[in-house]
């Protein structure tokens, strides 16, 4: 099983539709992210998890929300759907606890398609 | 602003030559720099990284070269093979208390056998 799980693996929905990205992860991580990626731009970070209790907004939040229902669910919502946010979404995890580089390794589920019409 | 970059979208190469991929970046306060793997239909994995305090690490087929003073560094792939076919992204943190990643844009890299 993948430490690291994102449900739906793909999605399509309408404009103007609410809908929910889960994660969740087995490797006991305290840090969560959500990225989204577009073609040929990379992974962009929509917002991050330190703990249960630490949300924080990332470079591209607008139109999205989060929830971190415990140390190993991570969601991500999107409260009125519109086209553009039409991309691959990724969920990432890393140990705050390791020491060294090893704390900036993150490590990624295999991705939500989400297609928004 | 773009704070990492990857200027070539994609390389390609003979199968047993070697991979070159080159990453730039603005941000002197990186300090961690990561180079991730992603296949289709796949979320990215970690491949290898190196600290600033650093200028090389080596780990099997793959080195990564630091060079602070231009603020870039390289990933070489030797000898390469059709499984490293893939997109290729460079990362850097800023460390300190946040260890946030900022993703250059990748480089897709085709092994032709």
């Known amino acids: 099983d993948a430490d690291v799980t994102q449900t739906p693996r793909n999605r399509i929905t309408k404009t103007g539709k609410r809908i929910m990205l889960e994660c969740s992860q087995t490797?006991?991580?305290?840090?969560m992210y959500w990225y989204r990626q577009d073609p040929g731009l990379g992974l962009q970070l929509i917002y991050y998890?330190?703990?249960?209790?630490?949300?924080n907004k990332g470079e591209i939040s607008d139109g999205y929300s989060v929830s971190r229902q415990a140390q190993a669910k991570f969601s991500l919502s999107l409260e009125s759907a519109i086209p553009n946010q039409t991309a691959l979404y990724f969920c990432?995890?890393?140990?705050?606890?390791?020491?060294?580089?090893?704390?900036?390794?993150?490590?990624f589920g295999a991705g939500t398609r989400l297609s928004v019409l | 602003d773009q704070q990492v970059k990857q200027n070539s979208p994609s390389l390609s190469v003979q199968e047993g030559r070697i991979s070159i991929l080159n990453c730039d970046y603005t941000?002197?306060?990186?300090?961690?720099f990561l180079w991730y793997k992603k296949y289709p239909a796949e979320g990215p994995t970690f491949l290898i990284s190196?600290?600033?305090?650093?200028d090389k690490n080596e780990d099997g087929r793959f080195t990564v070269f630091l060079n602070k003073s231009a603020k870039h560094l390289s990933l070489h792939i030797v000898p390469s093979q059709p499984g490293d076919s893939a997109v290729y992204f460079c990362a850097a943190s800023a460390g300190g208390s946040n260890y946030k990643l900022t993703f250059g844009k990748g480089t897709l890299l085709t092994v032709n056998p």
């Open positions: 190196i600290s600033s305090i650093k």
């Open positions: 990432a995890t890393s140990d705050f606890g390791l020491s060294g580089e090893a704390k900036n390794i993150q490590y």
């Open positions: 490797k006991g991580h305290d840090r």
């Open positions: 998890s330190f703990d249960v209790k630490d949300i």
């Open positions: 941000n002197s306060m990186f300090d961690y």
